[in-house]
């Protein structure tokens, strides 16, 4: 299951046309969403169980794969045509703003209100993660 479409993708942009063939087509698009999906399970997998199925926690998801999604479009239309697009980007960093909220989101410090917690079956709680204890290791002093 996607967390967002071509067309929720295309919604973003002022004159984004995804057709079967050109720099930005349908193909390609589907193969972004998947591999941003991937990538946004691979941050939260630390937390919850992926993928994502609270109804409040996947529009958060949509939102991150739209970003991640949309962030690699406009790399790839800036270097097809050589310029910057002023009315097809109005916020800074879109890939940069879906990381830094996945990285708070897989450390605790935001929470997807209505996804599933992972269990300790799953594999990814440990002492540290779980009582949000930081490693910390003083070189200059014995450890053990």
């Not at 939260?44 to 970003?67: D, F, H, N, Q, W």
Request: charged share 20%.
């Amino acid at each position: 299951m996607a967390y967002c479409t071509s067309a929720q993708v295309a919604a973003d942009f002022k004159s984004l046309t995804i057709g079967a063939t050109g720099p930005v087509n349908s193909t390609n698009i589907a193969d972004f969403i998947a591999q941003a999906d991937a990538e946004i399970n691979s941050y939260l997998a630390v937390k919850y169980t992926t993928p994502i199925t609270g109804t409040e926690a996947l529009l958060m998801c949509r939102m991150l794969s739209i970003y991640l999604v949309k962030s690699r479009i406009q790399s790839i239309l800036r270097v097809k045509t050589g310029k910057e697009d002023p009315d097809q980007d109005t916020s800074d960093n879109l890939r940069g703003v879906a990381i830094k909220t996945l990285e708070r989101l897989a450390k605790g410090t935001m929470i997807l209100t209505d996804a599933t917690l992972a269990t300790s079956a799953d594999g990814v709680k440990s002492r540290s993660n779980t009582d949000g204890v930081e490693n910390h290791f003083d070189l200059s002093s014995p450890q053990w």
